[in-house]
């Protein structure tokens, strides 16, 4: 089956970038379903695996991949109900792993029942990690 011309070029355009970042907001522990039909259709066979799970030669794997998530819930939260695992094991685990050479999720949780000022506070921790670890190694 031919391989749509918008999906080739959104496959182009990750085999040219040497960092990934992907920031959403978690839905029901996963991306929102823009995001996940996104995955579906550019995560093709022959491009992002083969059928046995292998990375094929189509795919210059990324040196860097970000998963930054924000969430009403803390990460330890998020940890402490095993829904953390869960999203990393689909994000990193799943979608990643063999498609960049590091990669790490991030959670920019907490955000449920703050004050506008405490908001203001947090948004700006977040930005300034989102900043560090985008302009260093993530190991």
């Known amino acids: 089956m031919a391989v749509p011309d ?3 070029a959104e496959q182009a355009k990750l085999n040219a970038a040497d960092i990934w970042v992907f920031i959403y907001p978690l839905w029901w522990t996963d991306c929102p ?3 996940k039909g996104w995955f579906d259709r ?17 795919q210059r794997p990324a040196q860097k991949a970000l998963a930054l ?11 402490e109900s095993g829904c953390y695992q869960a999203i990393e094991t689909t994000m990193i ?10 990669q790490k999720l991030v959670i920019f949780g907490g ?12 948004r700006q921790q977040h930005l300034d990690k989102a900043y560090e670890l985008g302009s260093k190694p993530l190991r």
């Not at 998530?69 to 940890?79: F, P, S």
Request: a negative charge; charged letters at 25%.
């Open 111 to 122: 955000s449920a029942d703050l004050t506008p000022q405490e908001w203001s506070d947090k």
């Open 6 to 8: 918008d999906v080739l």
């Open 69 to 79: 998530c924000t969430a009403g819930h803390t990460e330890l939260q998020l940890r």
């Open 33 to 35: 379903a823009i995001l």
């Open 42 to 58: 550019v995560w093709s066979v022959g491009y992002a695996y083969t059928p046995d799970h292998t990375l094929p030669g189509t």
């Open 93 to 102: 685990k799943d979608r990643l792993t063999t498609r960049s050479l590091e």
